[in-house]
């Protein structure tokens, strides 16, 4: 959320700042480290005041007793992280040790007996190689395909009538509680998505078509606006769930509904309150939607992560959760509104039609009527949005009339 290309940035820093010496060293000024080759070979033993043979005799002494006692100790620490004491190829040159340094591997500072580094976050090379050669094409892919499936289902299916229309009697289905917390969720969902999908796809998209500098803007705006209702859509998703779990919870029959081919096989397997297909929904909703949450909380928050690579991690899950949530949520919105006759009025009046209730959801009718709880409280007095055939409606107005 809150990176834009700072995950890879690091190692990009390095590169341009590296400068190698002739003799194999190279200084990284952002560290104030030389970096070198050859490690023990560069380094340059002081000897403007030694003079005479005395001199070298106690110095070689000094050295053989040093190298006996911090060798052993350099090496078992070297051993201790695992990695070759110097593992740069210096004949290959300053190309071949910054190639080198580039796949990771460990080098020596010229300061003798310090342990070999990682000079390079070779991580970020590994986040950008999955986010663009994995995520950007499949998940682009996969949400073509979500579209693709709804263009099918409008062409073929049409949209699922209500059976033998409309009763005209209403039955309160959501609270007002219920429908706030949905429409405030699904619209910060909306407002998350297309920024989302704007940082992740923006760049080949709209690049052609509306030009870097216009696209500049656009994408500051999708960034800006992403970090900001992030933390508001956690909240959002911390009223929903709750609202909705008591109807959620999973059962045995949810399974035969979705394996039936649920409203689209001949006779629809009857379901409670939500069918398997909605359920399906509500638990992506909840996994998925905390894994957007954690991670999401990190990139916006990228102080707060121990090390870089936390960032690239959260970034890649959340990126894949975005892509199943936005593609599943797009279904959603498709059969909640213009794919089945009846569904939308439950969630912007609260009331659906009796009809439409024994249809799609008779189990949860026959447990209202055994419970004496089937009511029309607060319903407007005949539901029909559309237009449609309202028969009872009708005939209290005909014997209104005679
Ligand atoms: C803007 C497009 C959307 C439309 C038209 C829409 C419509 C609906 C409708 C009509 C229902 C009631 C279904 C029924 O009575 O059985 C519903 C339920 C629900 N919607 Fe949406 N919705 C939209 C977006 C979203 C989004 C973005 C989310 C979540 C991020 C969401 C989460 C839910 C949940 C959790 C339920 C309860 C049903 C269940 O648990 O599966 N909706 N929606």
Redesign the pocket.
């Known amino acids: 959320m809150g990176l834009g290309s700072g995950l890879s940035g690091h190692s990009r820093t390095l590169n341009d700042d590296l400068v190698v010496a002739p003799h194999g060293c190279g200084a990284l000024p952002g560290f104030a480290i030389p970096v070198c080759a050859g490690g023990r070979k560069s380094m340059n033993w002081p000897n403007g005041e030694l003079h005479g043979r005395l001199g070298l005799l106690l110095l070689a002494g000094v050295f053989l007793i040093l190298q006996a006692v911090f060798v052993p100790a350099e090496q078992a620490h070297a051993q201790q992280l695992d990695t070759p004491p110097n593992t740069l190829d210096q004949k290959t040159g300053p190309a071949g040790i910054w190639r080198d340094l580039r796949r990771g591997k460990p080098a020596r500072e010229t300061r003798p007996f310090t342990p070999p580094v990682q000079a390079i976050q070779i991580e970020g090379e590994e986040w950008r190689k999955v986010r663009n050669e994995w995520i950007r094409p499949i998940g682009g892919g996969v949400l073509l395909f979500a579209f693709g499936g709804i263009i099918l289902f409008a062409l073929f299916v049409r949209r699922v009538p209500i059976e033998g229309g409309r009763s005209g009697r209403p039955v309160s289905?959501?609270t007002r509680y219920q429908r706030a917390v949905?429409w405030f969720?699904?619209?910060v969902?909306?407002l998350l998505?297309i920024s989302g999908l704007i940082l992740l796809f923006g760049r080949t998209i709209l690049i052609p078509i509306i030009g870097k500098s216009a696209f500049a803007a656009v994408a500051s705006a999708a960034k800006q606006g992403h970090n900001l209702f992030g933390p508001v859509f956690i909240v959002?998703?911390l009223l929903?769930?709750p609202a909705?779990f008591r109807?959620?919870r999973p059962f045995w029959q949810d399974l035969a509904w979705l394996a039936r081919g649920g409203f689209l096989s001949r006779r629809e397997p009857p379901s409670g309150?939500?069918?398997g297909?909605?359920?399906?929904?509500?638990w992506l909703?909840t996994v998925f939607?905390l894994i957007i949450a954690g991670s999401g909380i990190f990139l916006d928050f990228p102080a707060i992560a121990p090390a870089l690579v936390y960032l690239q991690f959260s970034h890649i899950l959340h990126a894949v959760a975005a892509v199943v949530?936005i593609t599943f949520?797009i279904g959603?919105?498709?059969l909640?509104?213009a794919g089945v006759e009846g569904?939308?009025e439950?969630?912007?009046t609260g009331c659906?039609d009796e009809n439409w209730a024994r249809q799609?959801?008779p189990l949860w009718l026959e447990e209202l009527e055994a419970k004496g709880e089937k009511t029309a409280r607060g319903c407007p007095r005949a539901v029909d949005p559309d237009g449609g055939d309202v028969p009872a409606a009708r005939e209290a107005a005909e014997e209104a009339a005679s």
Do not use: C, D, P, Q
């Not at 297909?277 to 509500?282: A, N």
């Open positions: 289905r959501f949905h969720t699904a619209s969902f909306i998505a959002a998703l929903l769930l909705f109807h959620n309150k939500f069918n297909g909605e359920k399906l929904w509500y909703l939607g949530l949520a959603h919105a498709y909640g509104s569904v939308l439950g969630m912007t659906v799609h959801h």
